[in-house]
Each structure stands twice: as C-alpha cells, then as structure tokens.
C-alpha cells in the first residue's frame, strides 16, 4: 500500500513544527488520562490476585471483557460523530466517564465491582476513542498523518509510563496501599478532561446534504477493499497480542517486590514513547506492510524472550521489545485507517477497526489466561509468538 511522502511543493520535508497544536493540546489529554488509568491498571493484576483472591484467568476474562467492551462501543461513538459532524462532544463525554469511574476501583470489595469499575471505564475510553482519532485526521495535513498520530501516541504513552512510575512511588511510601494509589488516580483524570473541555477548538467542517446514517449497507460499501485489509491486519495483530496485564504477572514470576512490579510497564511504555513518533515518521516515508512486517518480527522476538525465563532481566529484555513493536505498529495502523476511509466516515472506520480487534482481544486474553493457568506462563507467549509467525506468513502473501 503506498505511503504519501511528506514534502512541500519545492521537494523538502516538512519541518516537525507544522504538526497543528490541536495535535499537541490531544496528546496532552491522552497523557494525561492515561496516567490516571496506568495508576490503577499497573496495580491491577496484583491487586486482583493478592487482595481479591482472583486466577490468572479471571484476570484475563475481565481484561478482554473490558477492552473488548471499549472497542465495541467506538463502533457507534464514531458512526455519531460522523453522523453529527461534530468530534469533541462525544470525547469529552468519553474522558468524563473515564475519570469519574475512578473512584470505583478505591471501593472495590469483590472482583465483580472491579469488572463493573472496569467495563464503565472502558465504555468512556470507547465513547472517546473512534471520535478523537478522527479528529487528528481532520485537522491534520495528508502529508502529515504518521507524525500526527505517532505524536499524538508518544505523548499518550509518556503518561503510560509516568502512571505507574507514580504508583510505585505512592506504594513505597504507604506501604502497598493499593486503594489510597486509586484515589490519587482520580486527580489527573480530571485535569484532562478540563485540558479536552477548554483546550480544543474542532475544526468547521463543511456543510453537506441530507444527514444518512453513516453503518446504512450504501455507505459501508465506500469502505473498500483496502480498508478491510488493513481491519483484518490490526485483529491479526491483536490475536498475538494479548493483554499487557500478563507482562505484570511474568514481572512477579520472577521474585519482584510487588511495590516495584509496576517498573515493568514504566520501562514498557518508555520504549513505547520513545520509539512512537520516530516510527510514525518513518512511515510517512516508506511500505507500510515492510513497517507492519517488522513489527511482528519484533512482537516475536518479545514473546519468546519473555517465555523463556521470568528473571527480571529477561523480562526487562522482553517487554522493551515490546514496547518497540507497539512504537512501530500501534500509529501505523491508525495512519493506514485514515488513508483507506472516506473523511465522512472516518469516525465509523475507526470504530468498526477496533470492534474486530476488540473480539480478537477477548479471544487473546481468554485463551492466554487459561494457558498460563493449565501450562504455565511459558506456553502463553510461546502462543503469542506463533501468532505473530501465522501473520507475517499472511502478511507476506498479500501483494
């Protein structure tokens, strides 16, 4: 699939400064949430399995029931941002309910208020998520769309690993409070609903004919064949990619202080940040299947390192491979999204792509979870290392 090549009239790329500061203003909200949300999720496994009594495959269950429920609800979130011509409404609503379910996970008696907790706050991410992709491709240049989004995700995951960080600080000084942590997660989810609420002013969009809703049999043609390709690529890559709960559990496997498990998505998300913007340029520039290709070599590489041993070395070693092939992967796909869906229906292309990846990740996780309970934690990302070699197998039969 061609990439357009980011460059002025004249032959010369365009500087990194033309990226719109609405693209900046998102990112900073992300950041901002996805501190809050990586305060509680990094902690979440262990809390679940220590406090609350929960198996390795409950923990799954409710991490593919929740994200699942965030990609099937982007479905409508964005077929009614396309319909109303309006972004920024439905993404406040989604970061409101995100912050205000908050609280939930401080009071939690039993695992199924954590699902209840859980789930809700995968409905706000999933209100927000299809409408503010598609906000960063409206007000964002053609030519620009890979460094938008990789921007847009590398500030996202500099919260990512800032949450944790701060969870680990907080667990060391009160001594693996896991509730008083959730409370003080409430905080920064406020702020970046008040940052999306009077930072971003949304784009005119022009004014067009009769309203038609935008998952009627006609307008679902006008997504085509490369579209669908590319829905297909995230679900294979979500199938071999499960829950980021499971690189918390392999962390602990290996005899790490449960107020420093946390690190492990820290150095995660670090290499995630680090790499994304980089890789969002590049694929500005070059094949998006060569970029994908390589990604899955890298997811790969992580799986099997990760299986093969839970010192906090190799793991360390594995989930900063892992970071880089969500750097190299994660944008590309939002970027291929946008190039393949008719502006008009950018919203609803972007919900019914995480809707097929939302039913690959409850499969994922469900089937990881009763691996690492009957076999072990090894065959789980063996699992996932296959998975990765069956997609680049496909990958490379497509012409």
């Given at each position: 699939m061609p990439s357009p090549t980011p460059e002025t009239k004249s032959g010369t790329p365009l500087p990194t400064a033309q990226i719109p500061a609405g693209i900046w203003i998102l990112g900073c909200v992300s950041m901002l949430m996805d501190i809050s949300s990586e305060m509680i999720h990094s902690l979440l496994p262990l809390f679940m399995v220590g406090a609350l009594g929960a198996s390795a495959l409950v923990v799954g269950l409710?991490?593919?029931?929740?994200?699942?429920?965030a990609l099937v609800v982007k479905v409508f979130s964005g077929a009614i941002s396309d319909y109303l011509g309006r972004r920024k409404g439905l993404a406040v609503f989604g970061y409101a309910l995100g912050a205000l379910t908050k609280p939930l996970f401080a009071i939690a008696p039993t695992t199924g208020i954590v699902l209840t907790a859980r789930l809700l706050d995968r409905v706000g991410k999933g209100v927000r998520g299809a409408p503010r992709d598609a906000?960063?491709?409206?007000?964002?240049?053609?030519?620009?769309?890979?460094?938008?989004?990789?921007?847009?995700?590398?500030?996202?995951?500099?919260?990512?690993?800032?949450?944790?960080?701060?969870?680990?600080?907080?667990?060391?000084?009160?001594?693996?409070?896991?509730?008083?942590?959730?409370?003080?997660?409430?905080?920064?989810?406020?702020?970046?609903?008040?940052?999306?609420?009077?930072?971003?002013?949304?784009?005119?969009?022009?004014?067009?004919?009769?309203?038609?809703?935008?998952?009627?049999?006609?307008?679902?043609?006008?997504?085509?064949?490369?579209?669908?390709?590319?829905?297909?690529?995230?679900?294979?890559?979500?199938?071999?990619?499960?829950?980021?709960?499971?690189?918390?559990?392999?962390?602990?496997?290996?005899?790490?202080?449960?107020?420093?498990?946390?690190?492990?998505?820290?150095?995660?998300n670090a290499v995630y940040a680090a790499s994304a913007y980089p890789f969002g340029k590049l694929s500005d520039r070059i094949s998006h299947k060569t970029l994908l290709a390589w990604g899955l070599v890298v997811l790969m590489a992580a799986d099997i390192v990760l299986a093969v041993d839970d010192h906090w070395t190799t793991v360390l070693a594995g989930v900063a491979l892992w970071g880089i092939h969500m750097g190299m992967t994660q944008g590309l796909l939002a970027t291929m999204v946008a190039a393949t869906a008719p502006a008009d229906l950018r919203g609803t292309a972007y919900?019914?792509?995480?809707?097929?990846?939302?039913?690959?990740?409850?499969?994922?996780?469900?089937?990881?979870?009763?691996?690492?309970?009957?076999?072990?934690?090894?065959?789980?990302?063996?699992?996932?290392?296959?998975?990765?070699?069956?997609?680049?197998?496909g990958l490379a039969r497509k012409t």
């Amino acid at each position: 699939m061609p990439s357009p090549t980011p460059e002025t009239k004249s032959g010369t790329p365009l500087p990194t400064a033309q990226i719109p500061a609405g693209i900046w203003i998102l990112g900073c909200v992300s950041m901002l949430m996805d501190i809050s949300s990586e305060m509680i999720h990094s902690l979440l496994p262990l809390f679940m399995v220590g406090a609350l009594g929960a198996s390795a495959l409950v923990v799954g269950l409710i991490e593919g029931l929740a994200e699942a429920t965030a990609l099937v609800v982007k479905v409508f979130s964005g077929a009614i941002s396309d319909y109303l011509g309006r972004r920024k409404g439905l993404a406040v609503f989604g970061y409101a309910l995100g912050a205000l379910t908050k609280p939930l996970f401080a009071i939690a008696p039993t695992t199924g208020i954590v699902l209840t907790a859980r789930l809700l706050d995968r409905v706000g991410k999933g209100v927000r998520g299809a409408p503010r992709d598609a906000l960063v491709a409206d007000i964002t240049p053609p030519e620009l769309r890979g460094a938008a989004f990789g921007l847009r995700q590398a500030l996202d995951t500099v919260g990512a690993f800032l949450g944790p960080l701060l969870a680990v600080g907080l667990m060391l000084l009160w001594a693996n409070d896991f509730r008083a942590v959730f409370w003080v997660a409430v905080v920064p989810g406020l702020l970046a609903v008040a940052l999306l609420l009077f930072g971003i002013r949304e784009p005119e969009r022009p004014a067009s004919g009769k309203r038609t809703n935008p998952i009627r049999r006609d307008n679902l043609r006008r997504l085509g064949n490369d579209y669908w390709w590319v829905v297909g690529v995230g679900a294979v890559f979500t199938l071999a990619r499960f829950s980021e709960a499971f690189l918390v559990l392999r962390a602990q496997q290996g005899g790490i202080a449960v107020a420093l498990v946390p690190l492990v998505m820290v150095a995660m998300n670090a290499v995630y940040a680090a790499s994304a913007y980089p890789f969002g340029k590049l694929s500005d520039r070059i094949s998006h299947k060569t970029l994908l290709a390589w990604g899955l070599v890298v997811l790969m590489a992580a799986d099997i390192v990760l299986a093969v041993d839970d010192h906090w070395t190799t793991v360390l070693a594995g989930v900063a491979l892992w970071g880089i092939h969500m750097g190299m992967t994660q944008g590309l796909l939002a970027t291929m999204v946008a190039a393949t869906a008719p502006a008009d229906l950018r919203g609803t292309a972007y919900g019914f792509f995480n809707l097929v990846s939302g039913v690959a990740l409850l499969l994922a996780s469900t089937v990881a979870g009763l691996l690492w309970d009957r076999y072990g934690a090894a065959w789980t990302f063996y699992a996932g290392a296959a998975f990765s070699a069956l997609a680049l197998l496909g990958l490379a039969r497509k012409t």
